[in-house]
């Protein structure tokens, strides 16, 4: 069995979770790299959590 490297998983999901919020994140008027820092602090918060629920609370800077 091989094991995933933690920081490409959480970099993936960083991304992944960036591309589905960019409407949202454009909208508002912020920028890409800021949407990125609040999506790894959520991430940090609750790192057993699925993209659902960190979409969740993504936009709300948790």
Not at 3 to 27: C, Y
Not at 35 to 55: F, K, N, T
């Amino acid at each position: 069995m091989s094991e995933t490297d933690p920081s490409a998983d959480r970099a993936a999901t960083i991304e992944r979770l960036s591309e589905r919020l960019s409407g949202f994140v454009q909208g508002i008027g912020m920028s890409g790299a800021d949407a990125r820092e609040i999506i790894d602090r959520v991430i940090a918060s609750d790192p057993q959590a699925g993209d659902g629920d960190l979409m969740a609370k993504a936009p709300l800077g948790c």
